[in-house]
């Protein structure tokens, strides 16, 4: 039974690990500059999405 949880395990982080490293080459660079502010309530700006959306 120690054995099924380690290989398990192992398996659970090696495609963890892939996916994070696929999905790294994989997406454009970001632009911190054009990201809109964490918090721009009462700003007067126009949010057009959260933090983490990519710039248009």
Request: glycine share 8%; net charge positive; charged share 15%.
């Amino acid at each position: 039974m120690q054995k099924k949880t380690l290989l398990l395990r192992a398996a659970f982080w090696s495609a963890l690990v892939l996916f994070l490293a696929w999905d790294f080459a994989r997406a454009p660079a970001i632009n911190l500059r054009q990201e809109p502010p964490l918090i721009a309530a009462g700003s007067g700006q126009v949010v057009e999405g959260g933090h983490c959306s990519a710039a248009k």
